[in-house]
Structure formats: structure tokens, C-alpha cells
């Protein structure tokens, strides 16, 4: 039984979204993200959440740091049990 889980893949975001330095070809939507992110948080089982690869030389307009904000926002409001508390 897994009783923690990392949570991480800003990078896996598609390009046109999250721009980085290893961009993924094929990248998921942040839609989908966005939908699958307070589900992972739910569960209770996030023990880490990562924003990884940020480069602000490639962040059109700040996007993907305000993306990755509100997902660390949402694992952090959403998550249940003594690791979501600050």
C-alpha cells in the first residue's frame, strides 16, 4: 500500500502552455491538469509538490509561473490530512 505520493510534471505541460528547457512534444493540456490536479490532491496521498524547469527567459507574460502557482495553490487547499497544512 502507498501511503505518500511526489507530485510533479510542469514540464509535462504542453509547450504552447509551459514553455522550459526540455520542452515535452506532446505535452499534456493544462486543462487536463487542471482537472486531474485536485483529484491527485484529494486522495491525501501528496507528500511533495514541485514546480521543476521554470525558465523566465522562455515564460511568455509569466504563464506558466502563475500555472504552476495556482496548482501548488490548489494541491496545498485541496489536499487533506497533516501534510497540507503549513
Not at 51 to 72: F, I, K, S, Y
Amino acid at each position: 500500500m502507498v501511503s505518500a505520493e511526489p507530485v510533479s510534471g510542469i514540464p509535462d505541460v504542453s509547450p504552447a502552455t509551459a514553455p522550459d528547457t526540455v520542452p515535452a512534444a506532446h505535452g499534456v493540456g493544462m486543462d487536463v491538469v487542471e482537472r486531474v490536479c485536485p483529484r491527485v490532491a484529494a486522495s491525501g496521498k501528496p507528500a511533495l509538490c514541485d514546480v521543476a524547469e521554470l525558465n523566465p527567459g522562455l515564460d511568455a507574460d509569466d504563464r506558466t509561473a502563475r500555472a504552476g502557482a495556482r496548482l501548488v495553490h490548489t494541491v496545498l487547499t485541496t489536499g487533506k490530512g497533516p501534510r497540507s497544512s503549513l
